[in-house]
């Protein structure tokens, strides 16, 4: 039987010069001989939202002043959010043989995942200076919700990754299929549009898990209110994230080596 779940967590932070070490490795070996490395994610996002946002200001008759940080901050979010989940799939997969040799805990390799990406959305975050310059530095205020939306997010983030990570070991059908509903999920999400064009059918949006992260995410720094419904939905998401992920864990951690 392996370690409780508490006394993993607790390991894993004891051990996060690991994870933090094979994210950083994952980065460099990715960019090996790269002279911009991941800053070319950085340069390629800006170019496709200055793009989109000149096509979609006309296209939705909006100021490209006003379009292109509210497009901007989207991107970068669901560039994370759809980079990190379709990683997950191979969490286990791609970390087969450290996890044959060492007797690491799960925690790691999940945080590794998450770990990598935090650090590619911090290099797409020098983003927000052309957007400061737009718009002007936010208020402390909505610099410490920023702040807050990436803790919830990590914390939301490891449950949700967990799940994948465990049901991708065992089906092998699941990593298509996270694919195939990102790509439905991003033309449902305010993106690309600002949710008030769906008028009367504005309430779909709350059956949308990506919505609530999206808005803690992306209004701070537009300077607009996030409703405290918005941060209820952000609980209730990860609190049943916890909980099914718990329920899954504790009877399949196991089988996992045997799964990869």
Not at 128 to 144: C, E, R, T, V, Y
């Amino acid at each position: 039987m392996r370690k409780k779940l508490s006394r993993e967590f607790k390991e894993s932070y004891l051990l996060s010069f690991v994870w933090i070490k094979l994210s950083t490795l994952d980065i460099l070996k990715r960019y090996r001989r790269s002279i911009l490395g991941p800053f070319w994610i950085t340069i390629t996002t800006l170019v496709t939202t200055t793009t989109l946002s000149f096509i979609y200001s006309k296209v939705l008759n909006v100021e490209i002043y006003e379009y292109f940080p509210y497009l901007t901050i989207g991107l970068i979010y669901w560039n994370f959010a759809s980079t990190l989940l379709n990683e997950s799939c191979e969490t286990f997969i791609e970390s087969e043989r450290i996890i044959k040799q060492e007797n690491f805990s799960f925690v790691v390799y999940v945080l590794r995942v998450i770990s990598r990406n935090y650090i590619i959305l911090f290099h797409n975050l020098l983003i927000f200076l052309i957007i400061f310059f737009i718009l002007g530095i936010p208020s402390i205020k909505n610099l410490l919700l920023f702040t807050l939306s990436l803790v919830i997010i990590f914390c939301v983030a490891i449950p949700i990754s967990f799940l994948i990570s465990i049901l991708s070991a065992r089906y092998r059908d699941i990593p298509p299929i996270v694919s195939s509903l990102l790509q439905l999920s991003f033309f449902a999400t305010p993106i690309l549009f600002k949710k008030n064009l769906l008028n009367e059918y504005e309430f779909i949006l709350q059956f949308n898990p990506f919505f609530y992260f999206l808005e803690i995410f992306r209004n701070p720094i537009l300077g607009e209110p996030v409703v405290a419904e918005i941060y209820i939905g952000c609980i209730i998401i990860a609190l049943c994230s916890w909980l099914f992920f718990l329920l899954i864990y504790n009877k399949s951690k196991d089988k996992i080596s045997f799964w990869i």
